[in-house]
Structures are given as structure tokens and as C-alpha cells.
């Protein structure tokens, strides 16, 4: 229930209900959340949004809503969720189209809370100026300043996933909350799992292994550890770097360039690219 808090915090305050049990359905009735997703990728956001989906009873799911096709929307149709899509550019006329239907869709649906997962999907929100209360989860720095300050001026509650995306809003803003993103830990064999991992990588038993796990796209901080780990090497001489993560389809060639700034730094032999795991 942890990944849950940011949502019950706001429904609660928006709504004055309380966790999302059976008990409280039967007393109070269940906040119908229309979940607006920014994107359908295969990334943390997007995971985050399957296990609230997930975990909350159907009474509490009025739709989901992607701005674009992709794996989460299939995810979702499997797991029977009601899913919709509004395909939605960065374009302006683009996002003030899919405003004005989600605007008819929110009309015509019986939601009472709108759950805006990302940036995008809290301006559509903002945009479609409804009546139902917004609660915006903030996944990361997209757009920060003046345009997220405005569209978090038109939602409820804004829930961070770390402090640090949250302050671009300052200290005196009274509806920001942070919320960890909850992770479920597989159980797993451990040591089956190691041995399997530097049988992939094809480095030794006994090497320390750092993993960066996430998509190819700047923000990631792959560059940030190339550049560090000649450094790294010198005080850790059998250290290897797993990359998992595949390519953003937003930058196709950005790892071809960190491959090259691998080599230009001398330490490519000690990288590995696993690509996308799942």
C-alpha cells in the first residue's frame, strides 16, 4: 500500500474519505479515479500506474486514459482495465485538442478524482478546467518553472516522488506532498540471480557489479557514471557497470554517443549493455 499514499492522500482531502477498504466503500462510497497517463512506455512511471491499478478494488477505477499507444495500454486491456486513448504531440494544438475531449469524457463519466500521472497529463487536466479535483503525481523535472508552477495553481494536491522534483514550487506552497514510490521486492535466489548476471556480462564470479537500470535518455545519469568511472576503476580495480535499459524512442541515438564517450574515456571495456529487461 505504500505506492498508494500519494492517491489516498489526495482523494482523503479532496474527497474527505478514507483508505481504500471495503469497510470504507460501504461507508463513505469509493473515490471513482480517472487515471490521465502521460505516456505508455515501458518505464518507472508507468509501473507505478499498473500497481495502483492494480491494487485498487474496481469501485475505485472509473477509466484510465493514455495520451499515447503503447505497452502500458496493452498491460492494462490485459489486466481488464477500461483503458482509452487520446493520442496526444507536444504540440500546443495537439494538448488543447485532447483538453476538450478529455474535458466531454470527464463530463460524461462518473469520476470523482482525476489522477494526472506526469507533467503532460496534468496540463491536458488543467487545460480541460472541469470540476473535479486534480491530484498531480510529479515523476520528474520536465518543464519546471513557470508552466508547472501554473498547472500546479489548478490542481488539488501535487504529489512529488522526491523532495527534489517538488522544489521548483518553493517552500510555501501548501498542496505539495512527497511520496516515495513504493517497490515491491521479487523473491528471489539471490545467488542463482548473481551467477545468471555475470554469466550475461561474461565477467568474473567475484566482480563488484554497479548497475544503472533505466531508459537510454539523457536525464538518466548515464553520462554522469562514464565520466566518473575511470575514477571508480582506480579505487576498485574489479568493478564492472551493468547498463539495463533500452533505447527512448525520443533520442534513438543517444546510445551510440555513450558508447563513443565509453571508448573516448578508455573505460568501454568495463561497460555492459543489457538492453531492456523485464
Excluded at 499514499?5 to 470504507?24: C, F, I, W
Excluded at 506526469?118 to 503525481?137: C, D, H, M, R
Amino acid at each position: 500500500w505504500q505506492e498508494l499514499r500519494g492517491l489516498v492522500e489526495g482523494s482523503r482531502e479532496t474527497l474527505h474519505v478514507g483508505e481504500p477498504t471495503q469497510d470504507t466503500e460501504q461507508r463513505n462510497g469509493a473515490a471513482r479515479v480517472l487515471f490521465l497517463a502521460s505516456h505508455s512506455r515501458r518505464g518507472g512511471s508507468e509501473r507505478y500506474l499498473e500497481s495502483i491499478v492494480d491494487r485498487l478494488t474496481p469501485n475505485w477505477v472509473e477509466q484510465v486514459v493514455c495520451l499515447e499507444e503503447g505497452p502500458l495500454v496493452t498491460s492494462l486491456r490485459d489486466r481488464g482495465a477500461r483503458v482509452g486513448v487520446l493520442a496526444t504531440s507536444g504540440r500546443g494544438t495537439s494538448i488543447m485538442s485532447s483538453a476538450r475531449n478529455f474535458r466531454s469524457l470527464v463530463k460524461g463519466s462518473s469520476a470523482t478524482v482525476i489522477h494526472a500521472n506526469g507533467v503532460k497529463a496534468a496540463l491536458v487536466a488543467a487545460l480541460a478546467s472541469t470540476k473535479v479535483p486534480i491530484v498531480w503525481v510529479k515523476h520528474d523535472f520536465s518543464y519546471d518553472g513557470p508552466l508547472a508552477r501554473m498547472i500546479a495553481s489548478r490542481c488539488r494536491l501535487v504529489v512529488g516522488v522526491s523532495k527534489s522534483v517538488t522544489e521548483v514550487f518553493g517552500d510555501e506552497a501548501p498542496r505539495i506532498r512527497v511520496v516515495h514510490t513504493g517497490v515491491r521486492l521479487p523473491s528471489i535466489d539471490r545467488p542463482a540471480a548473481r551467477r545468471t548476471l555475470t554469466e550475461v556480462m561474461g565477467v568474473r564470479p567475484h566482480s563488484l557489479i554497479l548497475g544503472l537500470v533505466g531508459r537510454l535518455h539523457p536525464v538518466k545519469g548515464h553520462a554522469v557514471l562514464l565520466d566518473v568511472l575511470a575514477e571508480l576503476i582506480r579505487r576498485v580495480p574489479d568493478i564492472e557497470v551493468a547498463i539495463m535499459g533500452g533505447t527512448d524512442d525520443a533520442y534513438p541515438h543517444y546510445e551510440a554517443s555513450l558508447r563513443q564517450r565509453a571508448d573516448e574515456l578508455e573505460v568501454s571495456h568495463r561497460v555492459h549493455w543489457l538492453g531492456h529487461r523485464a
